[in-house]
Protein backbone atom coordinates (compact mmCIF):
# COMPACT_ATOMS: atom_id res chain seq x y z
CA UNK A 1 0.00 0.00 0.00
CA UNK A 2 2.65 2.25 0.73
CA UNK A 3 4.38 1.51 -2.91
CA UNK A 4 1.06 2.51 -3.90
CA UNK A 5 0.98 6.15 -2.23
CA UNK A 6 4.64 7.10 -3.75
CA UNK A 7 3.58 6.01 -7.00
CA UNK A 8 0.69 8.30 -6.78
CA UNK A 9 2.90 10.74 -5.34
CA UNK A 10 5.66 10.62 -7.80
CA UNK A 11 3.18 10.51 -11.21
CA UNK A 12 0.26 12.86 -9.57
CA UNK A 13 -0.60 13.88 -13.59
CA UNK A 14 -0.65 9.99 -14.85
CA UNK A 15 -2.95 9.24 -11.76
CA UNK A 16 -5.11 11.70 -12.37
CA UNK A 17 -5.61 10.67 -16.23
CA UNK A 18 -5.89 7.31 -15.15
CA UNK A 19 -8.67 8.56 -12.71
CA UNK A 20 -10.50 10.45 -15.25
CA UNK A 21 -10.33 7.62 -17.88
CA UNK A 22 -11.80 5.52 -15.70
CA UNK A 23 -14.59 7.46 -14.20
CA UNK A 24 -15.55 8.29 -17.83
CA UNK A 25 -15.71 4.38 -18.84
CA UNK A 26 -17.91 3.83 -15.87
CA UNK A 27 -19.96 6.82 -16.88
CA UNK A 28 -20.52 5.55 -20.60
CA UNK A 29 -20.91 2.30 -19.59
CA UNK A 30 -23.72 3.14 -17.04
CA UNK A 31 -25.35 5.51 -19.32
CA UNK A 32 -25.91 2.41 -22.15
CA UNK A 33 -27.13 -0.02 -19.76
CA UNK A 34 -29.71 2.79 -18.73
CA UNK A 35 -30.59 4.00 -22.25
CA UNK A 36 -34.48 2.84 -22.90
CA UNK A 37 -34.04 1.66 -26.48
CA UNK A 38 -32.17 -1.57 -27.14
CA UNK A 39 -28.77 -1.48 -29.40
CA UNK A 40 -29.32 -4.43 -31.96
CA UNK A 41 -26.90 -6.01 -34.66
CA UNK A 42 -27.41 -6.45 -38.65
CA UNK A 43 -29.12 -10.18 -37.95
CA UNK A 44 -31.53 -8.81 -34.71
CA UNK A 45 -32.63 -6.00 -37.14
CA UNK A 46 -33.48 -8.83 -40.10
CA UNK A 47 -35.16 -11.05 -37.53
CA UNK A 48 -37.29 -7.94 -36.50
CA UNK A 49 -37.98 -6.93 -39.42
CA UNK A 50 -39.04 -10.51 -40.70
CA UNK A 51 -40.96 -11.64 -37.31
CA UNK A 52 -42.79 -8.46 -36.17
CA UNK A 53 -42.90 -6.50 -39.26
CA UNK A 54 -40.79 -3.41 -37.33
CA UNK A 55 -40.71 -0.30 -39.29
CA UNK A 56 -36.62 1.08 -40.39
CA UNK A 57 -35.95 4.79 -40.34
CA UNK A 58 -32.94 6.02 -41.77
CA UNK A 59 -31.87 9.11 -40.16
CA UNK A 60 -29.32 10.29 -42.45
CA UNK A 61 -30.01 13.10 -45.40
CA UNK A 62 -31.25 11.97 -48.75
CA UNK A 63 -27.96 12.46 -50.24
CA UNK A 64 -26.79 9.70 -48.31
CA UNK A 65 -29.95 7.61 -48.34
CA UNK A 66 -30.08 8.12 -52.01
CA UNK A 67 -26.74 6.66 -51.82
CA UNK A 68 -28.00 3.44 -50.27
CA UNK A 69 -29.89 2.41 -47.44
CA UNK A 70 -31.89 -0.88 -46.03
CA UNK A 71 -34.43 -2.26 -47.77
CA UNK A 72 -37.78 -0.45 -47.10
CA UNK A 73 -36.00 1.71 -45.01
CA UNK A 74 -38.10 5.03 -44.66
CA UNK A 75 -35.50 8.26 -44.73
CA UNK A 76 -36.40 11.10 -42.22
CA UNK A 77 -33.22 12.73 -41.02
CA UNK A 78 -32.17 14.05 -38.28
CA UNK A 79 -33.39 17.48 -38.58
CA UNK A 80 -36.63 16.18 -39.02
CA UNK A 81 -36.72 14.75 -35.68
CA UNK A 82 -35.33 17.51 -33.71
CA UNK A 83 -38.35 19.82 -35.52
CA UNK A 84 -40.81 17.50 -34.19
CA UNK A 85 -42.34 17.39 -37.77
CA UNK A 86 -42.55 13.33 -37.60
CA UNK A 87 -45.79 12.60 -37.37
CA UNK A 88 -45.13 9.85 -34.39
CA UNK A 89 -48.52 8.42 -34.36
CA UNK A 90 -48.33 6.54 -36.93
CA UNK A 91 -45.49 4.34 -35.33
CA UNK A 92 -47.15 3.76 -31.63
CA UNK A 93 -47.47 0.08 -31.94
CA UNK A 94 -44.76 -1.00 -34.12
CA UNK A 95 -41.28 -2.04 -33.61
CA UNK A 96 -39.02 0.78 -34.92
CA UNK A 97 -35.39 0.64 -35.90
CA UNK A 98 -33.04 3.88 -36.26
CA UNK A 99 -29.56 4.02 -38.16
CA UNK A 100 -27.28 6.13 -38.96
CA UNK A 101 -23.98 6.11 -40.35
CA UNK A 102 -22.32 4.84 -37.25
CA UNK A 103 -24.75 4.16 -34.95
CA UNK A 104 -24.60 7.13 -32.82
CA UNK A 105 -25.98 10.47 -34.04
CA UNK A 106 -29.51 8.03 -34.17
CA UNK A 107 -29.50 7.65 -30.54
CA UNK A 108 -31.35 10.76 -30.87
CA UNK A 109 -33.89 9.89 -32.84
CA UNK A 110 -34.55 6.95 -30.26
CA UNK A 111 -34.94 9.42 -27.37
CA UNK A 112 -37.31 11.56 -29.72
CA UNK A 113 -38.99 8.34 -30.23
CA UNK A 114 -39.14 6.78 -26.79
CA UNK A 115 -40.57 10.91 -25.73
CA UNK A 116 -44.01 10.75 -27.93
CA UNK A 117 -44.17 7.10 -26.33
CA UNK A 118 -43.41 4.49 -28.79
CA UNK A 119 -42.89 1.34 -26.89
CA UNK A 120 -40.58 -0.62 -28.93
CA UNK A 121 -37.39 1.31 -29.98
CA UNK A 122 -34.38 0.14 -31.28
CA UNK A 123 -30.66 1.22 -32.60
CA UNK A 124 -28.87 -0.60 -35.23
CA UNK A 125 -25.09 -1.15 -33.84
CA UNK A 126 -22.70 0.43 -35.97
CA UNK A 127 -25.20 2.35 -38.21
CA UNK A 128 -24.93 1.30 -42.09
CA UNK A 129 -21.53 0.54 -41.78
CA UNK A 130 -21.82 -2.72 -39.79
CA UNK A 131 -25.18 -3.42 -42.08
CA UNK A 132 -22.86 -3.02 -45.35
CA UNK A 133 -19.48 -4.80 -43.50
CA UNK A 134 -21.55 -7.73 -41.99
CA UNK A 135 -22.45 -8.29 -46.34
CA UNK A 136 -26.46 -7.37 -45.37
CA UNK A 137 -27.97 -5.73 -49.21
CA UNK A 138 -28.14 -2.10 -49.73
CA UNK A 139 -30.99 -0.52 -52.28
CA UNK A 140 -30.07 2.34 -54.28
CA UNK A 141 -32.43 4.74 -55.32
Not at 16 to 34: D, G, I, P
Request: glycine residues 4%; positive net charge.
Amino acid sequence: MAQLAEFIGNHLLLSLAFLVTFFLLVMMLLSEKMQAFTSVNPAQLTQLVNHQNAIVIDTRNPEAYAQGHITNAINIPLSDFNSNSVAYEKYKNKAVITYCVSGISARSACKKLINAEIKNVYNLSGGINAWISDKFPVVKS
